[in-house]
């Protein structure tokens, strides 16, 4: 009899489910909104939110919007979109999540306390929470993606390492490592652990998750950077993983010769999709739905 679990930890994270509920209650009162960037990197959630009346714009959209409202992801903005906002005379519904607001506060001070300072942060070039955190620093932070990047720091001027919240605990931790061995002894060095503990759970129990089963289908948006950070530790563990967006990938020869499925997502992943992934394999291999 084959066995079909949807893990309990995955699923939208407190800032996602936030900011999810904000459209919602948004929309339900009528009102006209839009929303800066895909408000989860999930296609079919975003489309279900279209369908109830958000309206995705990018920056230079909302650069054309006046007397409108505009609700902020979880990820964060950089100061130049307040900015924007009140010139054009936009309301803001910030849905910042509790944890990103909190690390810009903090870049942002220890800019204005050491502007000369290299201010560095361990994240995804070009994410939008990225994007937010250098904003904090006139642009002048450093982002490095890898640990092979943080050989290129200048190591004989001072350096505070801040790390995108979404990002892996053991290569933040590499990183610190090397610089502590190679900083001079003229300079400063600090680091500040601001990951995210609600997402750097997901990675020890997605891995004890992934172990049980025959075969992992783990699914998410391709655009999720936490959810390639996860999905990768569940192929570590179990090479029979498959990273799929939805129920329409799932393939019939990976369900050959397997008696348990575990299904399991990103902190940007919702739990009905999911849920429409086990139904799916129910359908298409047998006809009883409480097997």
């Not at 803001?92 to 509790?98: E, F, K």
């Not at 892996?168 to 990183?175: K, P």
Request: charge should be neutral.
């Amino acid at each position: 009899m084959l066995k079909i679990e949807i893990d309990e930890g995955s699923g939208f994270c407190f800032g996602v489910t936030t900011a999810i509920k904000k459209a919602e209650e948004e929309l339900a009162n009528g009102s006209n909104l839009y929303c800066l960037g895909d408000i989860v990197h999930n296609g079919m959630e975003c489309e279900r939110l279209k369908r109830m009346g958000l309206t995705t714009i990018n920056h230079d959209e909302m650069k054309q919007l006046h007397n409108a409202k505009v609700l902020l992801r979880a990820h964060g903005e950089p100061p130049t979109t307040y900015a924007l906002a009140i010139r054009n005379e936009i309301e803001i519904i910030d849905a910042t999540c509790p944890v990103v607001l909190q690390l810009q506060r903090r870049i942002c001070r220890q800019y204005e306390c050491c502007p000369d300072a290299q201010i560095v942060i361990f994240g995804k070039p070009g994410h939008a929470e990225v994007l937010g955190l250098v904003g904090q620093t006139q642009n002048h932070a450093i982002v490095i993606a890898h640990f092979e990047d943080v050989k290129k720091l200048d190591f004989t001027r001072d350096i505070y390492l801040y790390s995108q919240t979404t990002k892996s605990l053991d290569e933040f931790h590499r990183i610190i490592d090397y610089i502590q061995t190679h900083i001079s002894p003229t300079a400063t060095f600090r680091s500040f652990d601001t990951i995210c503990r609600q997402v750097a759970n997901r990675m020890p129990n997605v891995s004890n998750f992934a172990r049980r089963h025959d075969l992992v289908l783990f699914v998410c948006g391709r655009k999720s950077s936490n959810g390639r950070v996860l999905f990768d530790e569940c192929r570590r563990v179990n090479p029979n993983s498959q990273l799929i967006e939805g129920p329409e990938e799932i393939k019939k020869e990976w369900l050959k010769d397997v008696t348990t499925i575990g299904i399991c997502g990103a902190t940007s992943t919702p739990k009905w999709l999911m849920q429409q992934c086990r139904e799916a394999i129910i359908n298409g291999i047998n006809t009883d739905p409480d097997r």
